[in-house]
Structure formats: structure tokens, C-alpha cells
């Protein structure tokens, strides 16, 4: 992978067509843990078929907004984790549970647990294929991690949360190598349970995250947040619960939202063996930043962080957007980094 100073990526999604998705319903429920297949506009003899072009889709409009790193814009996807979790083994989610979310005082859907979980088969290999024949440059693929999806699931039957989370490493760890092997540059693991569930991450999230990434052969990182933007409205934590305790993971880098919550930067100096995958557009808003508002953050972040350990992004996945805004916000984000690039050349 080529390098770039400063290049500018996405943390995974990007806004499906409306011709894809029914974005009411998208809109008017709780990110699924299970099934949502009543989401798709298009019926199921076709829905590959259009996938495949909203992918396409999304990598033209990353590109022509000028992002270095694309993705897939997790065309596919119902929800960032559910379409991986829910093609394992051992998951029943014709018959869910629930499990309190990390919006308090609410509960959430989630599959059930009734057997060991293991792989069965490829579920993105795919989705990279498609990926890297349309995108002309770097990509990038998300995958859930295992904190998270044993975090989202209701057990009943390891009855030990640290177990399941190893046996979902186990899965994750045979798709990343596959991922890697079909033309991937970057794998990222999203794992934002691991900041809503500090204690148990400190338990055992790094070693489920190691197990998930061993033997990988490209760039890998851990992404986590406070929640989607269009969810969680409210005035965000300036500091994460559970963030230095990634420097001992195995991810070559960790994505941080910092743009909506107002980060308290110096945060970053808790990974100094990590690059930093920094939010500097944030996702509560339509509007899209100026480049010299983007500019600011990233020479903000460069008092703690040297340029080329830097990676510009938005705080979050951009789901919940218009394309319009997403373009827009992508735009101007490229824009930005592309300023400070000129004063750092």
C-alpha cells in the first residue's frame, strides 16, 4: 500500500441508495443485532445484484470526494455487526433474546447463543472481491470484533461471557485471514461495546482481539465510539473508559471519534505504539465542516502525534446521512487533510 501523509479514510459505511434500503425503517428502529430483511426495497432474486452496484456506488463517490482508503460502504449490511453474527453456528436468531444496550434503561434484540459458535463459511470474502475490482486504490473492510458480538448476544450456553468471546475470535480470526488473502489492505475490527462495557474489556477484550487478528498479513485496526451519532444525540463523554489499553493489542492501528464529543486529544498519547485513525468530522449534523474547520482538528491532534502515525476520518460510520451530506462531509474532509499536507510539504 502506498504511502501518503495524512491519507483520509472511512471508518465503514457510507449512505445505501434509497432504492436500496426503506431508510424509514432504516431510521425508525435500533441498529438490528438480528435479521432486518424487510429493510431491502429490492426483492431477493436481485438484492445481490444491487449490492453489488450500491458498492460500486459508494467507492466511485469516496474516490471522487478524494478518500485514499475506501470501503465497501457496507452496502450489504443491515447493520454494522448483525450480517457476520448472525452467519455463525451456534446462533439461533429465529429465536432471539435481549440484552440491556448501551443506551440506558433500554433493552435490545439480540441473537441467542445455543451452541458453539464457529465458522461455517466465508461471509465477506466476497464483498472485498467486488470491493477491489471496483475501488482504484487502498481498501478497506470492516468486521465485527468478538467483544462486541458476545457483548450483543444473549448466552445460553457457554454461561461465560470470556468464552464465547474466544470462540468468536476463533471465527473472525479464519474471515480476516480470508479477507487479507482476497485483496484487502485494511482489515478493521468495529468494537464499540468495548467503551460501554469497560470492566469486562479490561477482562478480556485485548485477548480476544489478538486471537481475532493472529497471523494476519495486511494493515489491521480496532475501531470504537460512543455510539451513532443519529442515536446517541446527547452530550458525549471528552474521554474514553477503556482506550490505553489497546497499545498492548495486536491492530496496527485504532480509529477514535474525537469530532462530536470534543475529545480531549492528548488521549492519543495513551497508544504511542499505534497509528491513530482520528474522527475529525462529526456525524451529529448534516451540515458539512469547512476544510479549514477539518485542517484544525488534524494540526490539533499533530501537537501529540506525529504526521505520518496520523489518519484522517469521520467519527463514525456515515449510515445515517444523506448521500448528499455524506459526499459533502467526505469532501471537505479530504479538503482539509490536503491543507495541512501543504504546510507540513
Same mark, same amino acid.
Given at each position: 500500500?502506498?504511502?501518503i501523509?495524512?491519507?483520509?479514510?472511512v471508518?465503514?459505511?457510507?449512505?445505501?441508495?434509497? &432504492?436500496?434500503?426503506?431508510?424509514?425503517?432504516?431510521?425508525g $428502529?435500533?441498529p438490528?443485532?438480528?435479521?432486518?430483511?424487510? +429493510? &431491502?426495497?429490492?426483492?431477493?432474486?436481485?438484492?445481490?445484484?444491487?449490492?453489488?452496484?450500491?458498492?460500486?456506488?459508494?467507492v466511485r463517490?469516496?474516490?471522487?470526494?478524494g478518500?485514499?482508503?475506501v470501503?465497501?460502504?457496507e452496502a450489504?449490511?443491515?447493520?454494522? $455487526?448483525?450480517?457476520? =453474527?448472525t =452467519?455463525?453456528?451456534?446462533?439461533d +436468531?429465529?429465536n432471539p433474546?435481549?440484552?440491556?444496550?448501551?443506551?440506558a434503561?433500554?433493552?435490545?434484540?439480540?441473537?441467542?447463543?445455543?451452541?458453539?459458535?464457529?465458522?461455517?463459511?466465508?461471509v465477506?470474502v466476497?464483498?472485498?472481491?467486488?470491493?477491489?475490482r471496483?475501488?482504484k486504490?487502498p481498501i478497506?473492510?470492516?468486521?465485527?470484533?468478538?467483544?462486541?458480538?458476545?457483548?450483543?448476544?444473549?448466552?445460553?450456553?457457554?454461561?461465560?461471557?470470556?468464552?464465547? =468471546?474466544?470462540?468468536?475470535?476463533?471465527?473472525?480470526?479464519?474471515?480476516?485471514?480470508?479477507?487479507?488473502?482476497?485483496g484487502a489492505?485494511?482489515?478493521q475490527?468495529?468494537?464499540? &461495546?468495548?467503551? $460501554?462495557?469497560?470492566?469486562?474489556a479490561?477482562?478480556f477484550?485485548v485477548?480476544? +482481539?489478538?486471537?481475532a487478528l493472529?497471523?494476519?498479513?495486511?494493515?489491521?485496526?480496532i475501531?470504537?465510539?460512543f455510539?451513532?451519532?443519529?442515536?446517541?444525540?446527547?452530550?458525549k463523554?471528552?474521554?474514553?473508559?477503556?482506550?490505553?489499553?489497546?497499545?498492548? $493489542?495486536?491492530?496496527d492501528?485504532?480509529?477514535?471519534?474525537?469530532?462530536?464529543?470534543?475529545?480531549?486529544?492528548?488521549?492519543?498519547?495513551s497508544?504511542?505504539?499505534?497509528?491513530?485513525?482520528?474522527?475529525?468530522?462529526?456525524?451529529?449534523?448534516?451540515?458539512a465542516e469547512?476544510?479549514?474547520?477539518?485542517?484544525a482538528? +488534524?494540526?490539533?491532534?499533530?501537537?501529540y502525534?506525529p504526521?505520518?502515525?496520523?489518519?484522517v476520518?469521520?467519527?463514525c460510520g456515515?449510515k445515517?446521512?444523506?448521500?448528499?451530506?455524506?459526499?459533502a462531509?467526505l469532501?471537505?474532509?479530504?479538503e482539509?487533510?490536503a491543507i495541512v499536507?501543504?504546510?507540513l510539504?
Amino acid at each position: 500500500m502506498k504511502s501518503i501523509l495524512l491519507p483520509t479514510t472511512v471508518v465503514g459505511s457510507y449512505p445505501q441508495p434509497d &432504492w436500496l434500503i426503506d431508510r424509514a425503517k432504516l431510521t425508525g $428502529s435500533a441498529p438490528p443485532r438480528v435479521r432486518m430483511k424487510e +429493510i &431491502w426495497r429490492v426483492a431477493e432474486p436481485y438484492l445481490e445484484q444491487a449490492q453489488d452496484d450500491a458498492t460500486v456506488l459508494a467507492v466511485r463517490e469516496m474516490e471522487e470526494a478524494g478518500i485514499d482508503i475506501v470501503s465497501d460502504g457496507e452496502a450489504r449490511r443491515e447493520s454494522y $455487526s448483525n450480517r457476520f =453474527a448472525t =452467519a455463525l453456528s451456534g446462533v439461533d +436468531i429465529d429465536n432471539p433474546g435481549q440484552v440491556p444496550s448501551r443506551t440506558a434503561g433500554r433493552m435490545t434484540v439480540v441473537p441467542r447463543i445455543v451452541g458453539k459458535v464457529t465458522r461455517i463459511r466465508p461471509v465477506q470474502v466476497r464483498d472485498v472481491e467486488i470491493l477491489r475490482r471496483a475501488a482504484k486504490g487502498p481498501i478497506k473492510i470492516t468486521v465485527p470484533g468478538p467483544f462486541t458480538m458476545a457483548m450483543q448476544a444473549a448466552d445460553d450456553y457457554y454461561n461465560d461471557p470470556e468464552a464465547l =468471546a474466544m470462540d468468536m475470535a476463533t471465527a473472525v480470526n479464519q474471515e480476516v485471514r480470508e479477507l487479507f488473502a482476497a485483496g484487502a489492505d485494511v482489515v478493521q475490527l468495529d468494537e464499540p &461495546w468495548m467503551e $460501554s462495557r469497560p470492566e469486562q474489556a479490561r477482562a478480556f477484550a485485548v485477548k480476544a +482481539i489478538n486471537r481475532a487478528l493472529e497471523g494476519a498479513t495486511g494493515t489491521t485496526a480496532i475501531h470504537l465510539c460512543f455510539g451513532y451519532a443519529y442515536i446517541v444525540r446527547d452530550a458525549k463523554p471528552k474521554g474514553y473508559h477503556f482506550l490505553g489499553e489497546l497499545n498492548d $493489542s495486536a491492530a496496527d492501528q485504532v480509529s477514535i471519534e474525537a469530532a462530536q464529543p470534543g475529545l480531549q486529544i492528548e488521549a492519543i498519547k495513551s497508544l504511542p505504539d499505534k497509528k491513530i485513525i482520528l474522527g475529525v468530522v462529526a456525524l451529529d449534523t448534516e451540515a458539512a465542516e469547512t476544510p479549514d474547520v477539518v485542517a484544525a482538528r +488534524i494540526r490539533a491532534a499533530l501537537k501529540y502525534i506525529p504526521a505520518d502515525k496520523l489518519i484522517v476520518a469521520p467519527d463514525c460510520g456515515m449510515k445515517y446521512l444523506s448521500r448528499a451530506n455524506a459526499f459533502a462531509k467526505l469532501k471537505a474532509m479530504a479538503e482539509g487533510a490536503a491543507i495541512v499536507r501543504r504546510e507540513l510539504s
